[in-house]
């Protein structure tokens, strides 16, 4: 699945990923009123409301893009419900050729990590016969469980060919409490440069054509950081959540790629599924939401195009 990652990045130009992590606050009204309409102000008159919504921006933007990464607890929030409309974003996106990153974040240890891998990533064994649940190509995972955490997905992705990009360095603005502290018995270096390190050894023992299936997550609001990080794990792909919204831009993330161009891919979420909230895009207009979006690809892509010629 990396190598088609890459493919896909090679073949739209564009290194992004849109982050559909659908909100209430974001869905317009036509939407919302069409689906209570048909539903009621119910759990799954919300969860219509977000799949029309996702649909129609997969719609607008599927063939500028590589991947999408639906953010899980954006659809937990409504339940059942809420997880169908997942469900149906992930194939939606896959019948559309996406390759679907699911931002599920999970960290646990022994038999609870091989279900979340099995779940996510594999297939589940009922009597004779084993099927795909949620079915990802990708998903985050939390490795400060140790590898404990992460031995079982990449156990899961060697025998699906798929991947995972592990978080090393969040984007939020506390993720220093504990991921910039130095650590004694390695040099006083950072956390996130020691668990850099271990993702390009887990990276070792599952290898692409270039690249590994054990990506990371490194936030573009720390680009110093990230230029460390990209040295530390050449071979992996490096995740880059907080564009936009979150403050980066596209200058803060030439450190991010390698130089073939590659070896990143930048993330945004609301900057494009609500573009039509920005000023800058306001002239869309809420009924042509799905237009707004397909906007600020188009400029999130020459951003990030500028950056990358002018470094």
Known sequence: MINRLVAQIKKTGAPIVVGLDPMMKFIPEHLKEKAFAEFGETLEGAAEAIWQYNKAIVDAIYELVPAVKPQIAMYEQFGLPGLSAFYKTVQYCKEKGLVVIGDIKRGDIGSTSEAYAVGHLGKVQVGSRSY???????????????????????????????????????????????????????????????????????????????????????????????????????????????????????????????????????????????????????????????????????????DIEQALQNR
Not at 189 to 211: C, F, I, N, S
Not at 226 to 235: D, Y
Not at 251 to 271: K, Q
Not at 275 to 284: C, V
């Open 132 to 302: 795909y649940g949620f079915d990802e190509d990708f998903v985050t995972v939390n490795p400060y469980l140790g590898s404990d955490g992460v031995n079982p997905f990449i156990k899961v992705c060697k025998e699906e060919k798929k991947g995972i990009f592990v978080l090393v360095k969040t984007s939020n603005p506390s993720s220093g409490e504990f991921q910039d502290r130095q650590i004694a018995d390695a040099g006083n270096r950072p956390l996130y440069e020691v668990v850099g390190e271990q993702v390009a050894k887990w990276g070792e023992t599952h290898m692409g054509d270039t690249y590994s299936y054990v990506g990371a997550v490194v936030g573009a609001t720390y680009p110093e950081m990230g230029k460390v990080l990209r040295k530390i794990m050449p071979k992996s792909y490096i995740l880059v959540p907080g564009y936009g919204a979150q403050g980066g831009k596209g200058a803060d993330l030439v450190h991010f790629f390698n130089e073939d161009g590659l070896g990143a891919i930048v993330n945004s979420s609301r900057g494009i599924i609500a573009a039509y909230q920005q000023e800058k895009y306001a002239r869309f207009g809420a009924e042509n939401f799905a237009d707004a979006s397909r906007a600020a690809v188009l400029d999130m892509k020459e």
